[in-house]
């Protein structure tokens, strides 16, 4: 039996985000009352640079402590992130063999500004949901809820600084020949070096 589950919104989420939601598709909630912790992808993303493993973080506005709410936390753009972040997956993906193919889909998340992280990450799972042709049937908490024992959470198993068992499957990556593979990196790294062939990678 197909069990559901729910889980946080990420920032450009590792591959291990998207191999658990296809698990469970059938029935997806979304937390979107929690209280915002530090640390998380819910504002940061790990992709693969020239030099390695490299994190992309969003900054939030300060404020946004353990007592506010996920859906609540504003973006910063004291200085320029956005510009920072796609010159960063320009460096690291421009010889892929498909960062051309899904350019024109995210370069706007890096020109547009948008007042919320959730709303942000929101959006841009929509796009990658579509990129990887994964149809999922997402729902979000109407309160936050310490424990659902009818549904699976993922809300704190998917974490940078928790070494999970989670196993990616090899794929090519550009600096592979020099930085050798990195598993579960953003699915952005996914996407850009094997396009349309993602999903049988999740």
């Not at 985000?17 to 993303?45: G, W």
């Not at 579960?184 to 062939?197: A, C, E, M, T, Y």
């Amino acid at each position: 039996m197909n069990i559901g589950a729910i889980f946080p919104l990420f920032y450009l989420p590792p591959i291990e985000f998207f191999s658990k939601l296809q698990s469970h598709k059938q029935q997806v909630l979304i937390e979107k009352n929690e209280h915002f912790p530090k640390q998380t992808f819910r504002n940061r993303a790990s992709i693969h640079s020239p030099n390695g493993k490299l994190d992309l973080a969003v900054p939030v506005v300060r404020g946004s402590k353990t007592h506010t709410k996920v859906q609540d936390v504003k973006i910063s753009y004291d200085f320029d992130w956005q510009r920072l972040h796609w010159l960063s997956m320009q460096t690291s993906y421009r010889s892929s063999a498909f960062f051309e193919f899904y350019e024109d889909a995210f370069a706007p998340f890096y020109e547009k500004k948008f007042d919320f992280l959730f709303d942000y990450n929101e959006r841009l799972l929509e796009i990658i949901l579509k990129a990887l042709k994964l149809n999922v049937n997402i729902a979000y908490t109407e309160e936050y809820q310490a424990e659902y024992p009818e549904l699976k959470d993922y809300r704190s198993v998917i974490h940078p600084k928790i070494e999970g068992n989670y196993e990616t499957k090899p794929y090519y990556q550009v600096f592979e020949d020099r930085n050798g593979f990195i598993p579960n990196l953003s699915i952005v790294d996914l996407l850009f070096n094997k396009g349309p062939q993602s999903n049988q990678f999740i």
